[in-house]
Protein backbone atom coordinates (compact mmCIF):
# COMPACT_ATOMS: atom_id res chain seq x y z
CA UNK A 1 0.00 0.00 0.00
CA UNK A 2 2.46 2.15 0.95
CA UNK A 3 4.42 1.77 -2.56
CA UNK A 4 1.05 2.14 -4.41
CA UNK A 5 0.95 5.38 -2.20
CA UNK A 6 4.67 6.80 -3.03
CA UNK A 7 3.19 5.74 -6.48
CA UNK A 8 0.22 8.06 -6.59
CA UNK A 9 2.65 10.92 -5.32
CA UNK A 10 5.02 10.70 -7.98
CA UNK A 11 2.77 11.21 -10.67
CA UNK A 12 1.64 14.41 -8.97
CA UNK A 13 4.65 15.77 -8.52
CA UNK A 14 6.77 14.87 -11.31
CA UNK A 15 7.57 17.31 -14.01
CA UNK A 16 4.28 17.79 -16.99
CA UNK A 17 5.96 18.08 -20.64
CA UNK A 18 3.02 19.28 -23.13
CA UNK A 19 1.99 16.04 -24.93
CA UNK A 20 2.10 15.39 -28.80
CA UNK A 21 -0.01 12.40 -28.98
CA UNK A 22 -3.94 11.68 -28.25
CA UNK A 23 -6.62 14.13 -27.27
CA UNK A 24 -9.00 15.08 -24.27
CA UNK A 25 -11.84 16.66 -24.83
CA UNK A 26 -15.61 16.33 -23.13
CA UNK A 27 -18.75 14.82 -25.10
CA UNK A 28 -22.20 14.35 -24.42
CA UNK A 29 -25.26 12.67 -26.34
CA UNK A 30 -27.17 16.13 -27.17
CA UNK A 31 -26.29 20.11 -25.92
CA UNK A 32 -29.94 20.68 -25.93
CA UNK A 33 -31.14 19.70 -22.26
CA UNK A 34 -34.75 19.77 -21.08
CA UNK A 35 -34.91 22.34 -18.03
CA UNK A 36 -35.08 20.63 -14.63
CA UNK A 37 -33.54 17.56 -15.60
CA UNK A 38 -30.73 15.68 -15.12
CA UNK A 39 -28.06 14.86 -17.65
CA UNK A 40 -24.22 13.75 -18.05
CA UNK A 41 -21.34 14.75 -19.98
CA UNK A 42 -18.43 12.60 -20.70
CA UNK A 43 -14.60 13.00 -20.48
CA UNK A 44 -13.06 11.37 -23.22
CA UNK A 45 -10.05 10.40 -24.73
CA UNK A 46 -8.38 9.81 -27.82
CA UNK A 47 -5.38 7.84 -29.31
CA UNK A 48 -3.61 8.18 -25.69
CA UNK A 49 0.12 6.79 -25.18
CA UNK A 50 0.46 4.38 -22.15
CA UNK A 51 -0.44 6.00 -18.90
CA UNK A 52 -1.23 5.00 -15.37
CA UNK A 53 -3.06 8.30 -13.80
CA UNK A 54 -4.90 11.61 -14.14
CA UNK A 55 -5.57 14.28 -12.54
CA UNK A 56 -8.51 16.70 -14.33
CA UNK A 57 -10.00 19.94 -13.35
CA UNK A 58 -13.27 20.58 -14.86
CA UNK A 59 -14.98 24.03 -14.61
CA UNK A 60 -18.52 24.14 -14.33
CA UNK A 61 -21.19 27.67 -13.10
CA UNK A 62 -22.84 26.10 -9.91
CA UNK A 63 -25.81 28.85 -9.94
CA UNK A 64 -26.62 26.97 -13.22
CA UNK A 65 -25.69 23.44 -12.55
CA UNK A 66 -25.44 21.44 -9.87
CA UNK A 67 -23.47 18.07 -9.59
CA UNK A 68 -25.01 15.30 -8.94
CA UNK A 69 -22.90 12.81 -6.18
CA UNK A 70 -22.33 9.60 -7.19
CA UNK A 71 -21.02 8.45 -4.01
CA UNK A 72 -22.98 9.60 -1.51
CA UNK A 73 -20.81 7.81 1.24
CA UNK A 74 -17.70 10.16 0.44
CA UNK A 75 -17.34 13.96 1.45
CA UNK A 76 -18.78 16.14 -1.48
CA UNK A 77 -19.81 15.69 -4.67
CA UNK A 78 -17.95 12.98 -6.70
CA UNK A 79 -18.25 12.64 -10.31
CA UNK A 80 -18.24 8.83 -11.50
CA UNK A 81 -14.64 7.09 -12.50
CA UNK A 82 -14.93 5.90 -16.48
CA UNK A 83 -13.77 2.85 -17.89
CA UNK A 84 -10.53 4.10 -19.31
CA UNK A 85 -7.98 3.03 -16.15
CA UNK A 86 -8.71 0.08 -13.87
CA UNK A 87 -11.34 0.86 -11.84
CA UNK A 88 -10.35 -2.19 -9.54
CA UNK A 89 -7.16 -1.20 -9.09
CA UNK A 90 -7.77 2.68 -8.69
CA UNK A 91 -6.63 4.78 -5.13
CA UNK A 92 -8.36 8.42 -5.62
CA UNK A 93 -6.46 10.91 -4.01
CA UNK A 94 -9.41 13.77 -5.00
CA UNK A 95 -12.84 13.14 -6.81
CA UNK A 96 -14.79 16.36 -5.12
CA UNK A 97 -16.81 19.64 -6.03
CA UNK A 98 -15.62 22.60 -5.20
CA UNK A 99 -18.23 25.17 -5.99
CA UNK A 100 -16.93 28.20 -4.67
CA UNK A 101 -13.88 27.56 -7.36
CA UNK A 102 -16.45 26.59 -10.10
CA UNK A 103 -14.83 23.21 -10.53
CA UNK A 104 -15.20 19.36 -10.02
CA UNK A 105 -11.32 18.20 -9.14
CA UNK A 106 -10.42 14.81 -9.80
CA UNK A 107 -6.89 12.87 -8.89
CA UNK A 108 -6.56 8.67 -9.40
CA UNK A 109 -4.09 6.79 -10.22
CA UNK A 110 -3.70 3.13 -10.85
CA UNK A 111 -2.06 0.58 -8.21
CA UNK A 112 -0.17 -2.65 -9.08
CA UNK A 113 -0.51 -5.09 -10.64
CA UNK A 114 -2.79 -3.08 -12.95
CA UNK A 115 -1.89 -2.43 -16.76
CA UNK A 116 -0.50 1.26 -18.47
CA UNK A 117 -3.86 2.46 -20.14
CA UNK A 118 -3.72 3.71 -23.72
CA UNK A 119 -5.81 4.49 -26.53
CA UNK A 120 -9.51 5.37 -26.52
CA UNK A 121 -11.98 5.56 -24.00
CA UNK A 122 -13.50 7.71 -20.83
CA UNK A 123 -11.80 8.78 -18.09
CA UNK A 124 -14.68 10.20 -16.03
CA UNK A 125 -18.51 10.69 -16.53
CA UNK A 126 -19.93 14.00 -14.66
CA UNK A 127 -23.91 14.18 -13.83
CA UNK A 128 -25.39 17.19 -13.28
CA UNK A 129 -29.12 18.54 -12.78
CA UNK A 130 -30.22 22.04 -13.73
CA UNK A 131 -32.96 24.89 -12.66
CA UNK A 132 -35.71 25.77 -14.27
CA UNK A 133 -34.63 29.38 -15.20
CA UNK A 134 -31.23 27.74 -16.71
CA UNK A 135 -31.17 28.98 -20.55
CA UNK A 136 -27.17 28.21 -21.42
CA UNK A 137 -23.91 27.38 -19.86
CA UNK A 138 -20.21 26.17 -20.84
CA UNK A 139 -18.31 23.53 -19.24
CA UNK A 140 -14.62 23.14 -19.87
CA UNK A 141 -12.07 21.29 -19.15
CA UNK A 142 -9.16 23.60 -16.87
CA UNK A 143 -6.50 21.29 -16.83
CA UNK A 144 -5.69 17.72 -17.45
CA UNK A 145 -2.32 15.50 -17.09
CA UNK A 146 -1.93 11.99 -17.47
CA UNK A 147 1.03 10.02 -15.37
CA UNK A 148 2.95 7.08 -16.24
CA UNK A 149 3.98 4.33 -14.58
CA UNK A 150 7.42 5.97 -14.20
CA UNK A 151 6.27 9.32 -13.32
CA UNK A 152 6.22 10.96 -16.48
CA UNK A 153 3.82 13.30 -17.00
CA UNK A 154 1.72 14.32 -20.37
CA UNK A 155 -0.34 17.98 -19.95
CA UNK A 156 -3.19 18.19 -22.41
CA UNK A 157 -4.97 21.67 -23.40
CA UNK A 158 -8.71 20.98 -24.09
CA UNK A 159 -9.40 23.88 -25.35
CA UNK A 160 -12.41 23.36 -26.54
CA UNK A 161 -16.18 24.74 -24.78
CA UNK A 162 -18.83 22.16 -24.17
CA UNK A 163 -21.55 24.75 -24.74
CA UNK A 164 -25.47 23.45 -23.47
CA UNK A 165 -28.76 25.19 -24.02
CA UNK A 166 -32.05 24.52 -21.45
CA UNK A 167 -35.50 24.53 -22.77
CA UNK A 168 -38.56 22.94 -21.42
CA UNK A 169 -39.55 22.05 -24.82
CA UNK A 170 -36.34 19.90 -25.14
CA UNK A 171 -36.57 16.28 -24.85
CA UNK A 172 -34.80 14.61 -21.37
CA UNK A 173 -31.34 12.99 -22.26
CA UNK A 174 -31.50 9.07 -22.57
CA UNK A 175 -29.69 7.44 -20.27
CA UNK A 176 -26.15 6.24 -20.91
CA UNK A 177 -25.37 2.58 -22.37
CA UNK A 178 -23.88 0.37 -19.97
CA UNK A 179 -21.13 -0.28 -22.74
CA UNK A 180 -21.65 -3.76 -23.31
CA UNK A 181 -21.46 -4.29 -27.56
CA UNK A 182 -24.77 -4.93 -29.26
CA UNK A 183 -23.70 -7.77 -30.74
CA UNK A 184 -22.66 -9.17 -27.01
CA UNK A 185 -26.26 -8.55 -25.90
CA UNK A 186 -27.84 -10.51 -28.74
CA UNK A 187 -25.17 -13.88 -28.46
CA UNK A 188 -26.26 -13.82 -24.87
CA UNK A 189 -29.94 -13.64 -25.78
CA UNK A 190 -30.02 -16.17 -28.52
CA UNK A 191 -27.66 -18.42 -26.11
CA UNK A 192 -30.55 -17.96 -23.19
CA UNK A 193 -33.36 -18.70 -25.92
CA UNK A 194 -31.26 -21.82 -26.45
CA UNK A 195 -31.28 -23.08 -23.53
CA UNK A 196 -34.68 -22.82 -22.57
CA UNK A 197 -35.13 -24.56 -25.69
CA UNK A 198 -32.87 -27.44 -25.21
CA UNK A 199 -34.15 -27.94 -21.66
CA UNK A 200 -38.25 -27.89 -23.14
CA UNK A 201 -36.92 -30.31 -25.15
CA UNK A 202 -35.45 -32.88 -22.98
CA UNK A 203 -39.17 -32.35 -20.20
CA UNK A 204 -40.55 -33.32 -23.40
CA UNK A 205 -38.56 -36.01 -24.45
CA UNK A 206 -38.30 -37.21 -21.08
CA UNK A 207 -42.59 -36.89 -20.57
CA UNK A 208 -42.88 -39.28 -23.93
CA UNK A 209 -40.89 -41.77 -22.70
CA UNK A 210 -42.57 -41.90 -19.02
CA UNK A 211 -45.79 -41.91 -21.39
CA UNK A 212 -44.65 -45.02 -23.37
CA UNK A 213 -43.15 -47.42 -20.24
CA UNK A 214 -46.64 -46.65 -19.09
Same mark, same amino acid.
Given at each position: ???????????????? #???????????????????? #???????????????????????????????????????????? $????????????????????????????????????????????????????? +??????????????????????? $??????????? +????????????????????? +??? #???????????????????????
Amino acid at each position: MIKSLMLSTSLLLSFA #SLATEGKVFLETSNTQIKTA #SEFYIDVMVKDLPAVYGVQLSVTYDPQTLTLIDQDPKATGAQLE $HGDFLDTKRLYTLRNQATPKSREVQYIVSQVAPAESASGDGRPARLYFSAPEG +ATTTDISIKRVEFGTRNGEKYLY $HAHKLLNLSFN +ARYQEQEKPSSGTPAWLLMLL +ALL #SVSIIAMLFWRKMNSRGRTEQSA
